[in-house]
């Protein structure tokens, strides 16, 4: 399995402020996603995060509100930019297995999320 | 569009005797199901999964059940433990490449 480090864990953000969270994965891996968690909700797939290339957005969700980063093939950056208090939510990092050794049986890693309250 | 529906957003079970969790879906390009669980202030936790060939897989206490024509899915925990107490996720697979939709969570409470 993967590790993955997200920072911040938690934040309370100003209004009309930006914050990038950052994820970390222990081994280099082919997927990174984005995903959110409003309160009292399920997961929700932000975006997938690709490597050397634009992110790839689901309806709903565009590049200018939540630019993303994949600079590596274990890194990867979530902003969410101009926030309103809707953007309170937890944003989860996700990665695929690692490439070396094992197979891909569908499953995602997860971060422990970043609690983000917008004021 | 919930595609991806659990009923019942919690479950109270006593120690020791069995929890199942339900899992509703709509869409038939779904080809594979998995369930997470989740404990607060963590990221969710992946627990066993299922490919549309198959109707059960077995991971110790851990059971998973597919009825394709039902669309219906459901976990069973056997036996339940305190520790078993969070929220558990189903979500499934198959229709994008790495896209996971989940359902709504179930608070699973395991009383000793």
């Known amino acids: 399995s993967a590790v993955i480090s997200q920072k911040p864990s938690r934040d309370i953000c100003q209004r009309g402020t930006s914050l990038t969270i950052q994820c970390q994965v222990d081994?280099?891996?082919?997927?990174m996603f984005w995903y959110r968690q409003q309160p009292g909700q399920s997961l929700t797939l932000i975006a997938t995060a690709n490597q050397g290339s634009e992110a790839t957005y689901e309806s709903g969700f565009v590049i200018d509100k939540f630019p993303i980063s994949r600079p590596n093939l274990t890194f990867s950056t979530l902003t969410v930019s101009n926030m309103s208090p809707e953007d309170s939510s937890i944003y989860l990092c996700s990665a695929e297995g690692p490439l070396a050794g094992g197979t891909n049986t569908g499953e995602l890693f997860f971060g422990e999320g970043s609690r983000l309250t917008v004021l | 569009d919930q595609q991806v529906k659990q009923n019942s957003p919690s479950l109270s079970v006593q120690e020791g005797r069995i929890s199942i969790l339900n899992c509703d879906y709509t869409?038939?390009?779904?080809?594979?199901f998995l369930w997470y669980k989740k404990y607060p202030a963590e990221g969710p936790t992946f627990l066993i999964s299922?490919?549309?060939?198959?109707d059960k897989n077995e991971d110790g206490r851990f059971t998973v059940f597919l009825n394709k024509s039902a669309k219906h899915l459901s976990l069973h925990i056997v036996p339940s433990q305190p520790g078993d107490s969070a929220v558990y996720f189903c979500a499934a697979g198959g229709t994008s490449y790495g896209k996971l939709t989940f359902g709504q969570g179930t608070i699973l409470t395991v009383h000793p």
């Open positions: 869409n038939s390009m779904f080809d594979y």
């Open positions: 081994s280099q891996v082919t997927m």
């Open positions: 299922i490919s549309s060939i198959k």
